[in-house]
T-cell receptor
Framework: SAVISQKPSRDICQRGTSLTIQCQVD?????MFWYRQQPGQSLTLIAT?????????ESGFVIDKFPISRPNLTFSTLTVSNMSPEDSSIYLC?????????FGPGTRLTVL | DAKTTQPNSMESNEEEPVHLPCNHS???????IHWYRQLPSQGPEYVIH???SNVNNRMASLAIAEDRKSSTLILHRATLRDAAVYYC?????????????FGGGTRLMVKP
């Protein structure tokens, strides 16, 4: 199994600012992902965080808005840039291991 | 990955069995059927998965139709703690280790 922690657990931010979310895993993993869950909705994949190379973004998500770092096999960051109220969501880090995918507790972001 | 269809919501009484259906008529021969659930204010967690045969674990049972076009997640005795959104997800054998694609899921409400 994999235990994932995220920081911060929640934040309230002003529009136009940026927030960096950290994800720490207790073991080395190859596959690490970032998801977004808008209020009352299901999870949507933002990108796959690749170690040693640029992240792979899903349709509708761009690097300028959601820059991602993956410096090693246990850590990643997601930045939500130039925030607007539409970015208010829960952001979840996830890793894949064998037949199972593990999720962090999420970061609840509110943009005013 | 192929699409799944689930009811938006279901209700159950505490200590009664719950059968959560999932239709996946376009499933391919190499797709595994995975179930995850998301408790309130938490990230999703793995419940069970299977390919063709019915599967049991400490959390639930998975009944897979003979033609594999549908499956049912069975909670044998629902508790209040089982109130969650349950996601049925197909994952191709060739995508093992890659990200999950979430549909709408079924919101299960458990009444005392």
């Amino acid at each position: 199994s994999a235990v994932i922690s995220q920081k911060p657990s929640r934040d309230i931010c002003q529009r136009g600012t940026s927030l960096t979310i950290q994800c720490q895993v207790d073991s080395q993993v190859t596959m690490m992902f970032w998801y977004r869950q808008q209020p009352g909705q299901s999870l949507t994949l933002i990108a796959t965080a690749n170690q040693g190379s640029e992240a792979t973004y899903e349709s509708g998500f761009v690097i300028d808005k959601f820059p991602i770092s993956r410096p090693n096999l246990t850590f990643s960051t997601l930045t939500v840039s130039n925030m607007s109220p539409e970015d208010s969501s829960i952001y979840l880090c996830s890793v894949s291991a064998l037949n199972e995918q593990f999720f962090g507790p999420g970061t609840r972001l509110t943009v005013l | 990955d192929a699409k799944t269809t689930q009811p938006n919501s279901m209700e159950s009484n505490e200590e009664e069995p719950v059968h959560l259906p999932c239709n996946h008529s376009t499933i391919s021969g190499t797709d595994y059927i995975h179930w995850y659930r998301q408790l309130p204010s938490q990230g999703p967690e793995y419940v069970i998965h299977g390919l063709t045969s019915n599967v049991n674990n400490r959390m639930a049972s998975l009944a897979i139709a003979e033609d594999r076009k549908s499956s049912t997640l069975i909670l044998h005795r629902a508790t209040l703690r089982d109130a969650a959104v349950y996601y049925c997800i197909l994952r191709g054998r060739n995508n093992a280790g890659n990200m999950l694609t979430f549909g709408g899921g079924t919101r299960l409400m458990v009444k005392p």
